[in-house]
């Protein structure tokens, strides 16, 4: 198998992990991870509107559109009218989401602390020593498609 294939496989079921360990840890609710990078983006950017949240994603406008109405219905996404055009809405990460997503982000950092603790001290350095590379990567998957 080559570096691609297993990255990429890999990739997923790693984030699932550290998801699922982090729920667990904290007993936090079930929130898909679309809808935890919804949040990241609102709560990183502040206020936005539904196409701009879509662009920064990298999702199609209907997915925003109904990832909104699920965490509206769910208390995590206030929509405010726009100050300048009444016709658009700008989307508000609520206290209680930012909440929720510091939360996640406080426990799933002592989970994988504790899951790199367990690794051998050549296991820690690798992947210390990987992360300017995955930085790299992720860069060049965010620009341009060649």
């Known amino acids: 198998m080559d570096t691609a294939t297993d990255l990429g496989r890999l990739i997923g079921p790693l984030r699932r992990a550290v998801l699922l360990r982090t729920r667990r840890a904290e007993d936090l609710p079930d929130l898909p991870e679309a809808q935890i ?82 690794l051998t001290p050549d296991s820690r350095r690798a992947i210390e020593g990987a992360l300017p590379a995955l930085r790299e990567l992720q860069h060049v998957l965010d620009g341009p498609t060649v």
């Open 37 to 118: 990078e919804l949040l990241r983006v609102l709560s990183e950017a502040g206020p936005l509107g539904p196409r701009d949240v879509a662009s920064r994603l990298r999702l199609a406008s209907s997915t925003v559109s109904n990832l909104v109405r699920a965490m509206t219905a769910s208390g995590l996404v206030e929509r405010k009218p726009s100050s300048t055009d009444l016709r658009t809405v700008t989307l508000v990460a609520s206290p209680h989401a930012l909440d929720l997503l510091d939360r996640y982000d406080r426990v799933s950092t002592q989970e994988l602390r504790r899951a790199l603790a367990a």
